[in-house]
């Protein structure tokens, strides 16, 4: 499972539109796979949200964790949100 962008650090107010690829052992690319979406936040309850079209738009600084799961597969995203006054 493959998350673009792959990122790490949002600033407060940003949101960044997040898309999933499904791959099989050999590498080729699985259509219409069905996705779950697992979003816990820690250090501040609500950092960040992820809409029902994968928007992720960061709130407030805190740090939240995307799971991504396929097929009994996962992959794991964390972003650090900061306040969007940090340089």
């Given at each position: 499972i493959e998350v673009t962008p792959f990122i790490s650090r949002m600033s407060a107010g940003d949101s960044v539109q997040l898309n999933v690829t499904t791959r099989d052992t050999a590498g080729r690319q699985l259509i219409d796979r069905e996705i779950t979406w697992?979003?816990?936040t820690a250090g501040s309850r609500g950092a960040a949200r992820l809409t029902e079209s994968a928007m992720l738009v960061a709130l407030?600084?805190?740090r939240v964790n995307i799971e991504v799961l396929s097929e009994g597969r996962?992959?794991?995203?964390?972003?650090?949100?900061?306040?969007?006054?940090?340089?």
């Amino acid at each position: 499972i493959e998350v673009t962008p792959f990122i790490s650090r949002m600033s407060a107010g940003d949101s960044v539109q997040l898309n999933v690829t499904t791959r099989d052992t050999a590498g080729r690319q699985l259509i219409d796979r069905e996705i779950t979406w697992l979003v816990t936040t820690a250090g501040s309850r609500g950092a960040a949200r992820l809409t029902e079209s994968a928007m992720l738009v960061a709130l407030e600084p805190g740090r939240v964790n995307i799971e991504v799961l396929s097929e009994g597969r996962r992959t794991l995203l964390t972003v650090d949100i900061a306040d969007n006054t940090d340089p």
